[in-house]
């Protein structure tokens, strides 16, 4: 069984260089207490918010993380259906979850769940993402693998009802930095006009409805309140991003 990780704590290897600004990482011992961990927060407006924690697990104990998922997850990688079509999706998955919830299934796929018991990491993770985020409760987890820069995810919510109408989400980085991208969902008006892109681009729905984040290795992204019924998210192809990226979602699967 995987050691269990210090995570937030300072690194182990003393000839590594702390990041001053790490909230809790850096030199210092018992002396110097971890600075509490303080979001960047957008208001998307209509009862949606967006919070950053840039630098949410110190980087050694992100790339620990890393390592063990990446080596231990069974990764696969699913035939799904969008729009009547089949194809492999983009991008490696797995799932883990509470016993007794109701099954997820996303686009014609319904992931086996695995146990939290598997993967000891996947407890620490989340025991940092609840202290950070007190008052929420996750019971879930989509962990997707992008292994370069042509892996991606598509626009789309997670608005699935099992998760009910006001979903948290809480999203954790580990290793390659891929931009994050969250647009406005069409409105009603807008879908009568047409559908998809060719709307999009007649109507120029684009900036002010747009966000970009830059998730990079050891911070978490949490979508809440009205996010995933109003807005979509995406992370695009990067040809640039050559190495690969694990991203954790933790959500809270209704009962
Ligand atoms: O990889 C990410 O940052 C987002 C993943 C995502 O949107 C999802 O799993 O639903
Ligand atoms: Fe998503």
Redesign the pocket.
């Given at each position: 069984m995987a050691s269990r990780l210090r995570l937030g704590q300072p690194s182990p290897n003393p000839a590594s260089t702390p990041d001053p600004g790490e909230a809790n990482g850096g030199e210092g011992g018992e002396a110097r207490k971890p600075e509490p961990k303080r979001p960047e927060v957008t208001n998307l407006g209509g009862g949606s918010e967006v919070l950053h924690f840039p630098r949410f697990m110190a980087r050694e104990a992100a790339w620990e993380v890393f390592e063990e998922l990446d080596k231990r997850i069974p990764w696969t990688r699913p035939t799904i259906r969008v729009f009547g079509r089949s194809s492999v999706q983009p991008r490696d998955t797995c799932y883990v979850a509470d016993e007794g919830l109701t099954d997820l299934k996303y686009s014609g796929h319904q992931p086996r769940a695995h146990s939290w018991d598997e993967f000891p990491v996947l407890k620490d993770v989340l025991k940092a993402v609840h202290e950070a985020l007190p008052g929420s409760y996750f019971n879930s987890l989509?962990l997707?693998r992008?292994k370069a820069g042509l892996d991606y995810?598509s626009w789309?919510a997670?608005d699935e009802p099992l998760y009910g109408p006001t979903p948290e989400i809480a999203?954790v980085?580990f290793g390659c930095e891929?931009e994050?991208l969250l647009r406005k969902k069409p409105t009603k008006t807008q879908v009568a006009a047409g559908s998809g892109e060719s709307v999009r681009k007649r109507l120029k729905i684009d900036d002010p409805q747009q966000h970009s984040f830059l998730?990079k290795h050891g911070s978490l992204l949490v979508m809440r309140g009205y996010t995933q019924r109003d807005w979509q998210?995406s992370?695009p192809k990067r040809a640039k991003a050559a190495s690969t990226r694990i991203?954790l979602?933790f959500r809270h699967v209704l009962s």
């Open positions: 989509l997707n992008y995810v789309h997670d999203s980085t891929r994050f998730l998210h992370v991203n979602t």
